[in-house]
């Protein structure tokens, strides 16, 4: 068994194809083909089965080699920075995803300055929604992500970062803006800006349920997965939306919008960082997650106020 015949075997299973798992390792279709084979020869059993001329499925035997493969893997990149520390070299690869808004007001100041803490480490980043980030963390393809904590499954850690709490978004001089609790009676008498319907998360769902329990209709006027758009529909006077943002920040004074709590239907929640319960990080991505937290794990009622303006999305 040789090792380029174990990555090529799970390029091929994560892929569901030999064309695309051939461009991604930069070998031949034949060659990976030949490969597989040869492992299925060793083993004496049939790792993939076709169906039909270009879907693959993983046999039962497939699924056991697949983790199998993907144990060394990810065991040969821990040996290779377990070396790095060896010599005394900060060097590796990080990868982390989060949703659009956390990247774009979160991470704008921490990336330079990890990045020339840690020149030597390259970095995968990558934008998700709530759920793709999960998937990711699950999967073991990324190193950590940025998640709602209510998001997070039990089988995952979660480390709480920073407080959030739903906010209804309505333009500057709207009805609603004077409202302190505006209800969801109020709410639906307006056109709305809400995420796709299945999307979990971003207020529609809560939405839906007491519109449906009080016979009330609303009229959604645009479907929007995320919340810069949705925000920018809304200043314009479109219509009026949701938002998850960071608490104890002055709300963006540059943007024309109102930002209204709905702490009487939505519940506070906590961004978190996500990782699998038996990762253990090597030193230089627990210091991109020191310098997320500033030096200091944060607990409820200790939350340090980040430098920028945060609406997050929510998942």
């Given amino acids: 068994m040789e090792w380029q015949q174990i990555l090529g075997f799970q390029q091929v299973a994560k892929l569901g194809s030999f064309t695309r798992a051939a461009e991604a390792t930069f070998r031949s279709q034949s060659a990976l083909s030949q490969q597989v084979k040869a492992l299925e ?17 993983l046999t039962a035997a497939g699924e056991s080699f697949l983790e199998f493969a993907e144990a060394i893997l990810e065991r040969y990149e821990d040996l290779q920075e377990e070396i790095n ?14 949703p659009f808004t956390t990247l774009y007001h979160l991470f704008r100041e ?3 300055a990890y990045i020339a803490k840690f020149p030597q480490v390259q970095l995968s980043i990558l934008d998700r929604s709530q759920e793709g980030v999960i998937e990711l963390v699950k999967a073991g393809e990324i190193d950590f992500g940025l998640a709602l904590e209510s998001a997070v499954p039990k ?6 970062w920073q407080k959030v709490e739903k906010v209804l978004l309505t333009p500057l001089g709207h009805p609603l803006a004077g409202i302190k609790r505006p209800t969801m009676e109020e709410i639906a008498r307006y056109p709305l800006i809400l995420p796709p319907a299945g999307l979990k998360g971003g207020g529609r769902m809560i939405l839906e349920d007491h519109c449906r329990q009080r016979g009330l209709d609303y009229h959604l006027i645009m479907e929007s997965s995320n919340v810069e758009l949705s925000s920018l529909y809304v200043e314009m006077g479109l219509g009026i939306s ?7 920040l002055p709300m963006a004074e540059t943007r024309r919008l109102a930002f209204i709590p709905m702490g009487h239907y939505f519940p506070a929640d906590y961004l978190a960082v996500v990782l699998r319960k038996d990762k253990v990080l090597a030193p230089h991505k627990e210091a991109f997650v020191e310098m997320l937290f500033g030096g200091r794990d944060q607990g409820p009622g200790d939350l340090a106020p980040p430098p920028t303006v945060n609406p997050q999305k929510g998942p």
Avoid at 46 to 57: D, N, T, Y
Avoid at 242 to 248: D, I, M, P, Q, Y
């Fill in 110 to 112: 921490l990336l330079p």
């Fill in 41 to 57: 020869e060793e083993l004496g059993c049939s790792l993939l089965e076709r169906i039909g001329k270009k879907k693959l499925r």
């Fill in 242 to 248: 949701f938002a998850t943002v960071a608490v104890h």
């Fill in 155 to 160: 089988d995952l850690a979660a480390r709480r």
């Fill in 85 to 98: 520390l060896i010599k005394g070299q900060q060097k590796g690869h990080l990868r982390l995803a989060a």
